[in-house]
């Protein structure tokens, strides 16, 4: 359990070589299932691959923080922890809000201090791994010296939220019901507006008749106090860009550290933007990785020796 500087503790698993020495560190770090992350490598059968469209989500489409034994056995401790608010982590979740940034900046120094750290920690993952590694970068941590971070978007707003101006939801319902673990949110319109203003957002969006005809959106609307309605509920209630968004939009020129982004063509609708937005707008040394539209199989055992040679450099 990771303290946090506001009493909140985060749970971590590290993982490490069978040794006295200092290692470098990788950290993983996200909402999903701890246990899950660590799963042995396995591969899908031949009748899966052939009847699925390549570029269609895997079942363990949340296991994306790498192999542990992979790294440990390569010279590296690899450290995986939930951010607060989910799994057996304490606090309330805030959907890749800033204190979210700020504890990953605190478990990056905390890493660094451990016996075991040499002093010099990297980030790994894809997806929501990904995306948090570029708002840790912003804040700063003395010991961060690299990210690996492909399959990531880097405005919410644009990338997940509205595709155009067009709420794109469906995939957000199901993600907020099935992947994320045992999640305790705050919810930011119920906890930063005023309850006059949130009761009024809430019917508001009631009578938009293209929500209205949504079963889906009505559910989330009329039961917002559901844990699993609260991160699509922000979204409706944030069809503009608004303050909720500019907190969910990296700030490139906070960071300089070498990062390793990238997509495939598959994702043209979330992760395909972050990759080229990265690429244009980040300041320090970087490399970019495009894929033809085939999703990764899991636990992105594809990446992994390209991951070894980045952090090695």
Known sequence: MIPMDDGIRLHGKVFRPDSD???????????????????????????SVLFKPP????NNSSIEGGDPNFYARRGYCHV????????????????????????????????ARQPWCDGNVGMFGASYFAQIQHFVAATRPPHLKCLFAPWGASDLYRDSAYHGGILFFRMRRNWSL????????????????????????????????????????????????????????????????????????????????????????GHLGMHLPGAFRSWERLKGPKKMILAPPAYLDRPLYQLQYESLRWFDY
Not at 99 to 107: I, M
Not at 199 to 204: D, F, G, K, N, P
Request: with cysteine.
């Open 80 to 111: 995986l922890v939930n951010v607060r608010g989910t799994g057996k982590s304490e606090g309330h979740y805030a959907y890749l809000g800033p204190r979210e940034a700020q504890d990953g900046h605190e478990v990056v120094e905390w890493i």
């Open 178 to 265: 099935t992947e994320l673990s045992n999640p305790r949110p705050e919810g930011y319109c119920r906890t930063h507006w005023a309850p006059e203003q949130y009761r009024a957002a809430l019917q508001e969006a009631l009578r938009i008749p293209e929500i209205a005809a949504e079963p889906d959106l009505v559910a989330v609307l009329k039961n917002p106090e559901d844990n699993r309605n609260t991160v699509l509920l922000d979204w409706i209630l944030n069809p503009l860009n608004s303050p909720f968004w500019d907190e969910r939009r990296v700030d490139y020129d906070q960071y300089s550290i070498p990062a390793y982004v990238g997509s495939c063509w």
């Open 55 to 58: 570029h269609q989500e895997k």
């Open 21 to 47: 020495e200092k290692f470098p560190a990788i950290l993983g770090y996200f909402a999903y299932d701890m246990d899950m992350q660590t799963d042995p490598i396995t591969v899908e059968s031949f009748a």
